[in-house]
């Protein structure tokens, strides 16, 4: 019998063993993830080859093989972007006709004319059937350019990228617009303001404080051209201004290319698409609304949305009518009935009128309601138990949206705003009083260091984010508590955020607390916008909040209408939910890479990454509806 093996060569014979296993471990480890990046991944393959970012440390053998996106805008008036494809298995979607432009599907004047004139219930949003939805790509016009920076395109918009000239003429004396040479230039003036918006501004800021930071979302209702708003916000004011869809005149349109926020809408018979209690300041220049008529249905929704202790601001008819009667070609008994009956109303709705002078008129809003339920005899009977958030279809009602309780007269309803800056990262009062579903005081602080860090990463996959000036009008397709916008606050950028009616949780109020704007959608229907509105769309879970809701094409359809050429594009959701939305990408002509979650590639959740590739619509000689190459 052989004897016991002695303890040093044991001890090699174990080391041995040790290395020989992790060798082959090692070995197994290199070969899974060849096979990973390789085609052993059913349904992936190299659609779904995640790229790093560019201050991330990537083996030579992978930063070689990948080209980064090209974020930059870099075309002239007469550049166009072309890219083949050869997997001809991705379905392709051509160009619209030259004619769909300007499309906007669910304000289409065309539509509009089947609807009632009462009211104009018309004008309203009136969505495309789901077999009328178009398939295709709304062209730019030719000769797009890319608009002027902010700010220099307050005062500046290129006339290709709005083709319309009705709107010199028809307001030549007013100093809206003028026309020079390649583009219109926008002096600041208005119907009411001939001296330009910066001293109207300034003529509101002697009669309430506007620089207290007391006051920091506005609503202007019938904007035009949007000039009040485009001055506000040089005064840290953050404005929403809204118009219906003109046939012919474009003036959102306008607006939008101007960097000012804006969306079309027109007060009718449905409540406009915000939350209760959300603008500090309202506003309306000779905007055309019959304020008193209709039982002062119009003016009761003012009060719905303006905040507690909110104004009202009135110029134009009937305002100083003793003084304008003549010029504007109105009795005086007609346009002294006009003013009695907006007086009548605004003290229904317990409002104060603080001051009428010349061309001016601002009435507040009560902080509480506390009053008024002593005294119900002169006021409008509250509205019964209803949301009053709740505005997407939403029928108007002639009576008060009753404000939340408060234990004295001295209470404001809903809780105190902090004043702006501290504001935005201050805890919402809807969060401190627990008025919403699942979200605490810890939880959105959480929420917003998560943003914060979110958006750093961002700018390390598309470094034009942290170039001022690159991007102007941004959207934000499922905001949540608005973490995204608040991490852009310092960049000259304004943010649309977007309420999905199908979320959840209506977290919109918090958002307008947080002293930023938005506005509820739906995706299974087009937004209120003109094609061209945004220069970045940020679009968070929106794939799997939809999903067996409507088609993934069509929201993705929707958001390359509203995109600008060379707009980018950042969708975050599951990596199986990208990979098909990158073949939808990839059939729209959009430039797009999907990328790690800044977790690291162990998380499912990924983030594309895409720019929309310049086009055009072609010169007039050439054959409408087909793309240029």
């Known amino acids: 019998m052989a004897g016991p093996i002695p303890l040093h ?75 083949t494809f050869p997997d001809e298995t991705i379905k392709k979607y051509p160009s619209c006709s030259i004619k769909y432009s300007e499309y906007t599907p669910c304000e289409d004047p ?55 000239k009705e709107l010199t003429v028809e307001k030549a004396v007013q100093n809206w617009i003028r026309y020079e040479d390649d583009r219109f230039r926008f002096p600041g003036g208005g119907t009411m303001f001939p001296r330009g918006a910066d001293a109207y501004i300034d003529d509101i800021g002697k009669l309430i404080n506007l620089k207290n930071g007391s006051i920091r979302t506005a609503i202007d209702t019938g904007c035009g051209v949007a000039s009040w ?121 317990c409002w104060k009128k603080l001051v009428e002078k010349d061309d001016l008129a601002i009435w507040q809003k009560p902080t509480n309601h506390l009053h008024c339920k002593k005294v119900r005899k002169n006021y409008l009977p509250l509205c019964p138990a209803q949301d009053p958030d709740k505005a997407w279809y939403t029928n108007l009602e002639t009576c008060l949206t009753p404000l939340p309780n408060v234990s004295n ?8 705003l902090e004043k702006w800056p501290r504001r935005l990262n201050a805890v919402p009062p809807r969060i401190s009083l627990g008025t919403i579903s699942g979200v605490t005081a810890e939880s959105f602080q959480r929420d917003s260091k998560l943003w914060k860090r979110r958006l750093s990463y961002y700018k390390t996959v598309n470094n034009q984010l942290g170039r001022l000036g690159r991007y102007r009008n941004l959207l934000d397709m499922n905001a949540f508590l608005g973490g995204f916008a608040a991490s852009l606050i310092e960049d000259p950028v304004w943010v649309m955020n977007v309420v999905p009616v199908e979320a959840k949780i209506n977290t919109l109020g918090v958002i307008y607390e947080r002293g930023l704007i938005g506005t509820y959608q739906s995706w299974c229907e087009a937004m209120s916008t003109y094609p061209r509105t945004y220069d970045l769309i940020h679009a968070d879970s929106v794939f799997t909040l939809y999903k067996d809701r409507c088609e993934m094409e069509d929201i993705l359809l929707e958001m390359d209408r509203i995109l600008r050429p060379e707009g980018s594009l950042i969708i975050r959701d599951d990596v199986d939910i990208l990979v098909k939305v990158k073949r939808i990408a990839d059939g729209l002509n959009w430039d797009s890479q999907i990328v790690d979650h800044e977790n690291g590639p162990l998380e499912r959740e990924k983030l594309l990454f895409a720019v929309k590739l310049y086009w055009t619509a072609p010169t007039s000689a050439n054959q409408q509806g087909s793309e240029t190459s």
């Open 9 to 83: 060569i044991w001890k090699i014979s174990r080391l041995y063993s040790i290395v020989a296993v992790f060798v082959l471990s090692y070995l197994f480890y290199l070969l899974g993830v060849w096979q990973h990046d390789g085609a052993a991944t059913p349904g992936l393959g190299a659609a779904t080859t995640c790229i790093l970012p560019r201050n991330t440390t990537t083996p030579k053998a992978q930063s070689s093989t990948r080209t980064p996106l090209d974020f930059t805008s870099h075309h002239s008036a007469d550049e166009r972007g072309a890219t």
């Open 229 to 349: 708003g485009a001055y506000l916000l040089s005064r840290d004011i953050l404005p929403v201004s809204f118009a219906p869809r003109d046939t012919h005149e474009a003036q959102v349109q306008f607006a939008l290319e101007r960097g000012v926020p804006a969306l079309i809408g027109i007060m009718a018979s449905k409540r406009l698409p915000y939350p209760s209690r959300a603008f500090d300041m309202a506003h309306c220049s000779r905007c055309l609304i019959p304020w008193g008529q209709y039982d002062g249905l119009y003016l009761i929704e003012v009060d719905r949305i303006l905040r507690p202790g909110g104004y009202w601001i009135l110029s134009g008819p009937p305002i100083r009518w003793r003084k304008h009667w003549k010029g504007w070609q109105r009795s005086r008994e007609d346009l002294n009935a006009e003013q009695t009956q907006i007086e009548n109303v605004t003290k229904s709705l």
């Open 110 to 164: 065309k539509m509009s004319l089947k609807f009632s004139r009462d009211r104009l219930i018309y004008r309203e949003r009136h969505c495309p059937e789901k077999n009328q939805v178009l398939k295709c790509r709304i062209p730019a016009p030719y000769g797009y350019k890319n608009p002027f920076k902010w700010p220099v395109s307050r005062d500046l918009v290129w006339y290709a990228n709005v083709p319309h």
């Open 409 to 416: 007269n001295q209470g404001v309803a809903g809780g105190e």
